[in-house]
């Protein structure tokens, strides 16, 4: 299983690596929200915020969003394979099934990880100080928690099968989220109605214990509920996204 | 190296229920070639990807290279090789001989094995050369021969080809043919393929499995199913055609002659003899005493156009309820 996972990740990060214009579009929202809202939080007080502490608690948002978006959208990938007839002729070999989905999520996982680094570089000039091992406990969250998403977000698109139908659905369900989670505000800066229904949204979770880490807090309570949270909702959907790629079958 | 019993695939759609393939039963024996002929939509490629265990099948069994199709497809699959109709433009940043190894690495070859079977069979597949070339540069022809060497690339005993020639020039069909006997004749390959050409299926199958909407209605070879129409049809086609004229037409044409079989289709009346040039005379005299005019008479030998429109009551031109179909113009 390992051997086929590989050769499958082989031929995504080939096909990737040959087109970077994928890696840097899937840049430029995190880095624009970065360079032309950023600095505008630096000026803001309360719920932690104010000079260069702002992006410690921003860029962690960024990650999220990177994650979200970019795992999120993995399924139009998946749409238009299915249209050149490559899922069909990879499902016609007796390859795992797990195989055919765990050699594209890792290959997401890879790019987002790679982007999350380059966020973090370009943060540094504007005032980005933050723990460098919570920095990257933090990408390494976000990783995992993006295996997960890709891999919900191709089971999506082998069920749905057209952009077209996959765009408004990936659309619906991802803002809401992000913007639940506090990605651009903290949360503690909301009414009491609004805080209260983020606190049911798993990504809120992913969110705080990314801005803990950030700060170097890593006995905080935070890290461990997100972090559980993080590898439980990632699992959950890998098995979903997994379970429903070898259903396709029927 | 086939055996489908009762094969049934039902799809739920907005419009309700649709029964794309009602019970199939056939057989393949290692070494042929079998066709499985019909329009668009008469379930060929459903049941092709039933065998292919692509789909699972609503009812019924199969056995495909001595495995169970719904216990044991994981065996299925290493013994079977699949090429798809074709399919939309590859991405960019494919290449040939990278598909290709991927395609047996995944079939359970190892690096080294996949790199020597890529050197066999580029070359027989008139690809040599081409392995460091991108999917998108290639012509329709080239592609569809990729498309085959991806089936190839583990030597399976059985390969299913799904509307091989589709969308190519006479000249890369002929080549592809040519190709696809070469499998069977070199490597004893046994050999599936699904079309609605009519002259592909006659000119490589042993045997013509007939599809309609989603069943099979005549299993035998090119020539024995040209038989039963037997001898020629002489296509008498009426100036000022309507349903009186025609009736009038169909009953002189059946006093005139002995005939196998008289069929009619818009303003054509087909009558089926044993010999056209003999029953020509005694038909145009019958036709003229019926005060009828013709626009034009031609004597042909049968196609399976005339099996098909003789076996379902359509031709291939048309769907079931005689709409017209779009489909490619063969010769006859």
């Known amino acids: 299983m390992f051997t086929e996972t590989f050769v499958i990740f082989q031929r995504q990060m080939r096909i990737l690596l040959r087109n970077p214009v994928w890696v840097f579009f899937g840049l430029t929202q995190p880095i624009l929200y970065l360079v032309l809202f950023g600095p505008l939080l630096k000026g803001v007080t309360g719920g932690g915020l104010g000079g260069n502490n702002s992006w410690k608690i921003f860029v962690p948002g960024l990650l999220l969003q990177l994650a979200i978006f970019g795992a999120g959208f993995a399924g139009f990938g998946i749409i238009q394979e299915l249209r050149e007839g490559v899922i069909d002729r990879q499902r016609v070999t007796p390859a795992r099934r797990m195989s055919l989905i765990f050699g594209r999520t890792l290959g997401n996982m890879v790019t987002i990880g790679v982007q999350s680094a380059v966020l973090v570089v370009v943060a540094l000039p504007f005032g980005l100080r933050a723990s460098w091992d919570g920095i990257v406990s933090s990408v390494v969250m976000v990783c995992i928690l993006a295996i997960g998403v890709s891999a919900a977000s191709y089971a999506m698109g082998l069920i749905l099968k057209d952009e077209d139908a996959f765009a408004p659905f990936i659309q619906g369900v991802s803002l809401p989220l992000l913007l639940l989670s506090g990605v651009l505000l903290p949360m503690s800066l909301a009414p009491g109605w609004l805080r209260h229904t983020s606190q049911v949204n798993p990504l809120t979770h992913v969110v705080d214990a990314t801005r803990a880490l950030f700060r170097g807090d890593f006995g905080d309570n935070n890290v461990w509920i997100g972090g559980v949270i993080t590898i439980a909702l990632g699992a959950l959907l890998a098995w979903w996204g997994t379970r429903t790629f070898q259903r396709q079958s029927a | ?332």
């Not at chain 2, 070469?182 to 009519?198: D, F, M, N, P, S």
């Open chain 2, 1 to 332: 190296m086939i055996t489908a019993h009762a094969l049934a695939r039902s799809f739920r759609t907005k419009a309700g229920p649709v029964d794309a393939v009602r019970g199939v039963d056939l057989e393949v024996k290692p070494g042929e070639i079998v066709g499985l002929l019909g329009p668009n939509g008469a379930g060929k490629t459903t049941t092709l990807r039933m065998l292919t265990t692509l789909l699972m099948p609503t009812s019924g069994s199969a056995t495909v290279a001595g495995f169970d199709l719904v216990s044991q497809p994981r065996d299925v699959r290493r013994n079977i090789g699949y090429v798809a109709q074709v399919g939309a433009a590859p991405s960019a940043g494919t290449l040939v001989g990278e598909e290709l190894i991927t395609q047996a690495r995944l079939q359970g070859l190892s690096k080294p094995d996949a790199a020597a079977r890529l050197a066999e069979v580029a070359p027989q597949l008139d690809l040599g050369g081409l392995e460091k070339r991108a999917l998108l540069e290639l012509s329709g022809g080239q592609r569809r021969r990729f498309d085959i060497a991806l089936g190839l690339m583990h030597s399976p005993r059985l390969v299913f080809l799904d509307e091989p020639t589709a969308g190519l020039d006479p000249q890369s069909r002929a080549n592809l043919w040519a190709h696809i006997r070469a499998l069977r004749e070199e490597a004893g390959v046994t050999i599936l393929l699904t079309t609605h050409y009519l002259d592909e299926a006659d000119a490589l199958a042993d045997r013509i499995l007939v599809m309609d909407g989603g069943r099979i209605i005549a299993d035998d070879t090119p020539e024995a199913l040209k038989a039963r129409i037997s001898g020629d049809v002489v296509v008498l086609t009426l100036a000022g055609a309507n349903p009186g004229n025609m009736a009038r037409a169909v009953e002189a044409a059946g006093r005139a002659v002995a005939a196998r079989d008289i069929a009619t289709e818009n303003n054509e009346v087909r009558v089926t003899v044993d010999d056209g040039g003999v029953a020509v005379a005694p038909l145009l005299r019958a036709i003229d005493t019926a005060g009828l005019t013709l626009s034009t008479v031609t004597v042909t030998r049968p196609s399976l156009d005339d099996v098909f429109l003789t076996l379902t009551g359509h031709s291939l031109r048309e769907g079931p309820d005689g709409a017209p179909l779009h489909v490619a113009t063969t010769s006859a």
